[in-house]
């Protein structure tokens, strides 16, 4: 149990979002801490009697106004205004999130071990299609991978952009200067990782998230992922190196990471790799290729929780992972959209069950 109590600011950007920051925000209310905290919603293009709801609810709003809306500078501008010495821990949701059971409680006590940056484990709060079936499975994996599996030998969790809490002070001076990019939560592991501050991840601490159900949307937000991630391979490649002979292994991890290409990308193109060697004669065999799918396969279905695979939709979503491949393709022609917009993902409205919150 904390010995402190600490105050706590749980900020929910909300970029056009009227219907979900109103069941969102609700929810966030009537979340139980033993200490203080306030809900926080950043309105960025809400209706006005959105505001006034939400205002009525008990929610705090900031209203913001760019040119070219990001959730960086949405937040940014939100530190600006709040009183610095108000606070001591900044929590970020997305606007379609929902804190599980004691999920204030877990983080206020991670800060009190020490740690200043801290990542809860987001998981589906929605799997009705295949598309949010297979977008739930891909979430656990990333999950299992890159913060269970880095946290357990001795690296920094990755942040995932919501359910995600910092150090009050330090928040705002990581999000310095966070520019019009589209992947502020890279952005920030980079930023941290250059500072040598440890994120820890809380895998049994959960928020829920709704996942992509349909193909459109899918193609809108890899696209989105994908831009993000040339970006910073782009930025700190170079500076990975530098880093990496200055002994700061977690920075040289993180440029490594963006080498990586996506995953169903990965997987289109050994499928490809492997079709085309059977009738190609020259080149790597056949067994080469069906090796490294076979691998690859095994590698993702490991990192999987066992609560999938009693799920009969598991199987409908692995038959709709050559139409997510293809969305991908379409995903990576696209990148140059997020010149014009940062692609944000639309989200609907959906009944909060109690449980999840108390």
């Known amino acids: 149990m904390a010995k402190v109590k600490r105050k706590i600011c749980v900020l929910i950007p909300a970029y056009k979002e009227n219907e979900v920051v109103l069941e969102s925000s609700k929810a966030a209310l009537q979340h139980v801490y033993s200490g203080e905290f306030d809900i926080c919603v950043i309105a960025d293009g809400l209706e006005p009697e959105t505001i006034t709801t939400l205002q009525q609810q008990g929610a705090g709003v900031i209203e913001v106004n760019f040119e070219r809306s990001t959730k960086g500078k949405a937040l940014l501008t939100a530190l600006d205004i709040l009183p610095s010495s108000e606070y001591d821990i900044a929590v970020v949701l997305d606007v379609d999130n929902i804190m599980g059971k004691n999920f204030l409680e877990e983080v206020n006590n991670a800060f009190d071990s020490g740690y200043k940056v801290v990542q809860a484990h987001r998981t589906a709060k929605n799997m009705e299609t295949s598309f949010a079936f297979l977008d739930a499975c891909n979430e656990e994996i990333n999950n299992h991978i890159y913060r269970k599996g880095h946290f357990a030998v001795g690296l920094s969790s990755a942040l995932i952009g919501s359910g995600m809490a910092f150090d009050y002070t330090y928040f705002k001076k990581l999000l310095s200067g966070i520019g019009e990019t589209v992947g502020e939560d890279k952005e920030l592991?980079?930023?941290?990782?250059?500072?040598?501050?440890?994120?820890?991840?809380?895998?049994?601490?959960?928020?829920?998230?709704?996942?992509?159900?349909?193909?459109?949307?899918?193609?809108?937000?890899?696209?989105?992922?994908?831009?993000?991630?040339?970006?910073?391979?782009?930025?700190?490649?170079?500076?990975?190196?530098?880093?990496?002979?200055?002994?700061?292994?977690?920075?040289?991890?993180?440029?490594?990471?963006?080498?990586?290409?996506?995953?169903?990308?990965?997987?289109?193109?050994?499928?490809?790799?492997?079709?085309?060697?059977?009738?190609?004669?020259?080149?790597?065999?056949?067994?080469?290729?069906?090796?490294?799918?076979?691998?690859?396969?095994?590698?993702?279905?490991?990192?999987?929780?066992?609560?999938?695979?009693?799920?009969?939709?598991?199987?409908?979503?692995?038959?709709?992972?050559?139409?997510?491949?293809?969305?991908?393709?379409?995903?990576?022609?696209?990148?140059?959209?997020?010149?014009?917009?940062?692609?944000?993902?639309?989200?609907?409205?959906?009944?909060?069950?109690?449980?999840?919150?108390?």
């Open 189 to 358: 592991d980079f930023r941290i990782a250059k500072d040598q501050v440890k994120i820890c991840y809380l895998n049994d601490v959960y928020v829920y998230d709704e996942k992509i159900e349909n193909a459109q949307v899918f193609t809108q937000q890899r696209t989105r992922w994908i831009a993000s991630q040339l970006e910073f391979l782009k930025k700190y490649a170079g500076e990975g190196v530098v880093q990496l002979f200055k002994g700061n292994l977690e920075f040289f991890n993180k440029v490594v990471q963006a080498f990586l290409v996506p995953r169903m990308l990965l997987i289109g193109t050994l499928g490809l790799f492997f079709l085309l060697s059977i009738v190609v004669p020259f080149g790597p065999p056949v067994s080469f290729w069906a090796a490294l799918l076979v691998m690859l396969s095994a590698s993702l279905f490991v990192a999987l929780p066992g609560k999938f695979y009693q799920d009969k939709r598991l199987w409908e979503a692995i038959v709709r992972i050559p139409y997510a491949v293809f969305c991908m393709c379409l995903a990576l022609l696209r990148v140059n959209k997020t010149k014009a917009s940062f692609l944000p993902t639309p989200h609907k409205a959906k009944e909060v069950s109690t449980q999840v919150n108390n």
